[in-house]
């Protein structure tokens, strides 16, 4: 990996995806800490406005809007610059292309794109060297740090923990007529749109099953999800002698993005109240998910065994699916229904290239859309 030059102090950071709800909140940090980071590139998708007052505010002269320079300013603009780390903060598949490349550059990458390895993780993870690969994910941080000393040979089971989402305890029959507005309000954090619909299908957890496979190569059958609505816990590992290491904080997700930008150290939070009060918390609660409600759950499980190309199909699908819900399009069932059938019509083929899972992700895309237009028909 490259090694921090000595006489440099700051790590070069860029932040791709800088004006999203991870990107912003990067950007607080980064701003907070400007002694220490110095962001060397900034991307966008669509605000034009925002990008340029974060270039302004923290004086960065390398931006990429990516409507306008296309995908590949994303590479160019995530390794010209000679970062430090590289953190993807993009949503979807958008974000694999570059994951990929950095990775295969040596550079670290700080990963909040949980899509780059449901969609690719067969094909980046063999050239992911140790620690070059910083989850930004929650639970993916959560476990990261639960596991710092320790070896995964001595793992019994990741335990992921999961809120429940907006929808926690509902029945299939409840679901069938929930609006946008209340499938996007997450009970216990603030995100963007596709993540917080994921959220409430409990696909967000499926992917991170997917996700927690490829970063930690822990089998799928030794990758729990439990539960527990107050999302305190935000992960736990348990090892072979049968004690259990949990990661608490709060519900704030400028802890993992500031772990991932100050590892190996540890900062003073940039920001407060960043400390958990655990008298005024009082209980925890955990539970077994309900995977018959929310299907995707178990339909990310199996694609993930299933491996090859369907994590790809999976995430694609979902993608489409989600938009069309949010637009109003198909009904909040009909995401799982789409999944599913994507998954069924796909013949599996090993990921042996990126082009070949980018064409598999193609393909899904149009099958999706076909698929959202005759729901719409019939109504
Ligand atoms: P968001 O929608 O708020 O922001 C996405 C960013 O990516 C924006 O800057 C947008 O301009 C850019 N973008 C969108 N489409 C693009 C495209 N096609 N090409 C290039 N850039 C594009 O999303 P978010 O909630 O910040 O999530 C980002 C990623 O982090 C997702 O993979 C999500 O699953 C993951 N994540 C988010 C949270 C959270 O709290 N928001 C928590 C854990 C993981
Ligand atoms: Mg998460």
Redesign the pocket.
């Known amino acids: 990996m490259k090694k921090q030059k000595e006489h440099q102090e700051k790590k070069r950071v860029v932040i791709l ?7 912003r909140q990067a950007v607080e940090i980064c701003a907070h800490y400007q002694d220490r980071l110095e962001v060397v590139g900034l ?5 034009a406005e925002l990008l340029a007052s974060q270039a302004a505010f923290l004086n960065v002269k390398n931006t990429a809007l ?1 409507t306008k320079d296309g995908p590949q300013a ?1 590479v160019e603009l995530a390794l010209s610059h000679e970062p430090d780390i590289v953190l993807n ?4 598949a ?2 694999v292309q570059v994951s990929y490349e950095v990775i295969k550059t040596q550079t670290t990458l700080a990963l ?4 780059s390895l449901v969609v690719a993780g067969e094909l980046i993870m063999p050239y992911v060297e140790s620690n070059q690969l910083l989850p ?3 639970e993916h941080a959560a476990l990261f740090q639960c596991l710092v000393g320790e070896d995964v040979k001595e793992v019994a089971n990741l335990w992921i923990t999961a809120s429940g989402g907006p929808f926690r305890a509902r029945k299939r029959q409840d679901l069938t007529k929930v609006t946008q507005a209340q499938a996007l309000a997450h009970p216990n ?1 603030s ?5 917080s619909i994921d959220s409430a299908t409990l696909m967000n957890k499926g992917l991170e099953i997917i996700e927690a496979h490829h970063i930690f190569a822990i089998p799928y059958s030794n990758i729990k999800v439990v539960q527990h609505p107050q999302s305190c816990i935000h992960s736990l590992v348990e090892f072979v002698d049968g004690s259990f290491m949990a990661h608490l904080g709060v519900t704030d ?1 400028r802890i993992p993005i500031q772990y991932a930008l100050s590892y190996p150290k540890r900062w003073p939070a940039a920001f407060s109240p960043a400390s958990l009060d655990l008298c005024e918390l009082g209980s925890l609660d955990f539970h077994a998910p309900d995977s018959e409600t929310f299907g995707c759950l178990r339909l990310a499980r199996e694609a993930g065994e299933a491996g090859g190309t369907l994590p790809c199909v999976l995430n694609a699908a979902n993608e489409v699916a989600v938009d069309a819900f949010l637009d109003g399009r198909i009904g909040f069932l009909d995401i799982e229904r789409i999944v599913e059938s994507c998954l069924t019509s796909h013949s599996r083929q090993d990921a042996s290239s990126l082009e070949l899972i980018l064409e598999a992700d193609a393909e899904t895309r149009l099958k999706a859309d076909e698929l959202c237009a005759k729901l719409k028909k019939g109504g």
Do not use: C, R, Y
């Open positions: 995806g800088s004006t999203g709800s991870i990107g991307s966008a998708h669509s605000n990516t994303l903060a993009l949503v979807g958008a974000g909040a794109n949980k899509e930004v994910d929650s954090w995100m963007g749109a596709k993540i997700m």
